[in-house]
């Protein structure tokens, strides 16, 4: 009588080769389970957080390194500045505070329309008149006298030539000037 292997038996040993495969399998490093679509869109937005993080640490060490050349640039500038008041030459000051004033006028003038600042413009003292257009840009200076009455302009322009010279007067009669829109 031959025996025959019995059921159980065929069983365990698939189920033990099985193991012994997996075990296999699981040990060698070069088998590598397939990239699915989420796994690659992870590995995908951890690398441009990566990139976006070098990009930003790069930016804040060049902040760094000009803040430093700042300082070294006061620092120096300091020293050159107390070198210079110790040999009986004075610091450079900043603008006074009329010269602030006039420039701070001269930007309001020259962000109003030309029509418009023209009008306000003729009503200011010729000294005024000479000192903030003096600061202004030169097409905008150009535009504001364009809209001016003549008599005003021409006036401006002359006191503006002879900024050393006796300031000139604005005429006292100078007809209205129909306004542009």
Request: no cysteine; glycine share 6%.
């Amino acid at each position: 009588m031959k025996m025959r292997p019995s059921l159980l038996m065929l069983m365990a040993a698939t189920a033990g080769v099985g193991v012994l495969a997996n075990g296999v399998s699981a040990a060698d490093p070069a088998a590598k389970a397939p990239e699915t679509r989420l796994g690659a869109s992870i590995k995908q937005d951890m690398t441009a957080r990566d990139q976006e993080l070098a990009r930003r640490n790069r930016a804040l060490e060049l902040r760094e390194q000009a803040a430093r050349a700042a300082e070294q640039r006061l620092a120096a500038g300091g020293a050159a500045a107390a070198s210079a008041a110790e040999a009986g030459g004075a610091p450079a000051a900043g603008p006074s505070p009329e010269e602030e004033r006039f420039a701070e006028l001269a930007r309001i003038y020259q962000a109003m329309r030309p029509n418009r600042a023209a009008i306000v413009f003729e009503q200011l003292e010729m000294d005024v008149q000479v000192e903030v257009a003096g600061r202004m840009r030169e097409r905008s200076t150009a535009l504001i006298l364009a809209n001016m009455s003549p008599p005003g302009a021409a006036a401006l322009t002359m006191a503006m030539a002879r900024r050393d010279g006796p300031e000139a007067q604005r005429p006292a009669a100078s007809p209205p000037r129909p306004q542009r829109r």
